[in-house]
């Protein structure tokens, strides 16, 4: 649950990134996301097409890795 | 095209003020406990019955988690025990953010165990460390022993496992031995008190441990 607050820190930290590595379009966002975590896949994509933001990641993609566990962190975004 | 590899953790900002209150709670010798269930379960009533017995031996302060009324911190202060209510206002769960700015109400100096009555809620609470040093997960007979397997987070994460309202069994259709065998695959080791706060049985056995178990961090 709570993927809306989960997209807003994942958007938040890709694009202080994103700043830092002179990337100015981000293309691709991949997550691992832990099958303990109670994270809804469905609700996160939705999530993350309502918050996305014009222009650094409108047209991001956003790519999720489910793993046992209790993981949950940004495995790696790409862009230009 | 650039990649950029993060393994960035996230929701860690929570975890980072966690290990704050952590450090706070440490440095002045205060236990915490984050007691959790859901809506109805009798943590309230558990904790009214427990501080009587409570406050003769430690000094306590209790933080109070609901979403909306003071009724908890009330009945909480009827006690004579120190009680902070905090309302979420819509958030289904307490996080450590809350914790921190409720910490410097009380005189930590004074205090020995510090008990947070978390939102009622069998899902959320699990996922959002306080800073806390034992983590108590309550059900009671009149839910359906089946909780433990749906509900698996919350009592994964215990360091006690509470099941209150046993003066409820023979009325209700509780099977005890699929809630004691669930317990046993989920968590083995943690220990289980079997209580009713109405009629006080199995309390005292709660209690005393509860006091060994602060002794035995502080040394």
Redesign the interface.
């Known amino acids: 649950m709570h993927e809306i607050s989960i997209i807003y820190s994942i958007l938040t930290m890709i694009e202080e990134s994103a700043k830092e590595n002179g990337i100015k379009k981000v293309s691709k966002i991949k997550l691992v996301i832990g099958t303990e975590r109670l994270v809804m896949p469905e609700a996160l994509y939705f999530a993350f097409e309502q918050l996305k933001r014009e222009p650094i990641d409108q047209d991001a993609v956003l790519e999720m890795e489910e793993r046992i566990g209790r993981d949950l962190y940004i495995d790696y975004f790409e862009g230009e | 095209?650039?990649?950029?590899?993060?393994?960035?953790?996230?929701?860690q900002?929570n975890q980072k003020i966690a290990e704050k209150n952590r450090k706070v709670l440490r440095d002045h010798s205060v236990y915490m406990i984050n007691l959790m269930s859901s809506p109805g379960a009798g943590k309230t009533s558990f904790l009214e019955y427990s501080l009587r017995f409570l406050k003769k031996h430690v000094g306590i302060g209790v933080i109070e988690g609901d979403v909306a009324t003071t009724l908890d911190a009330e009945r909480i202060a009827s006690t004579g025990v120190e009680v902070f209510q905090i309302n979420t206002h819509g958030a289904?769960h307490l996080d450590a953010q809350m914790i921190s700015s409720v910490l410097g109400s009380f005189d930590l100096n004074k205090l020995d165990l510090l008990i947070i009555e978390n939102v009622g809620n069998l899902?959320?609470p699990a996922?959002f460390d306080l800073g806390e040093n034992l983590r108590v997960a309550m059900l009671s007979t009149t839910e359906g022993a089946d909780k433990v397997t749906k509900y698996p987070?919350v009592f994964e994460c215990a360091h006690a496992v509470i099941l209150n309202k046993i003066d409820l069994l023979p009325y209700v259709n509780f099977g005890l031995d699929g809630f004691l065998g669930a317990l046993q695959d989920l968590n083995p080791k943690v220990p289980i008190f079997q209580v009713s706060a109405l009629s006080g049985e199995g309390m005292e056995s709660w209690i005393k441990w509860l006091l060994e178990r602060k002794e035995s961090n502080c040394l």
């Open positions: 095209m650039k990649q950029i590899t993060l393994k960035h953790q996230i929701l900002g289904c899902v959320c996922e987070t």
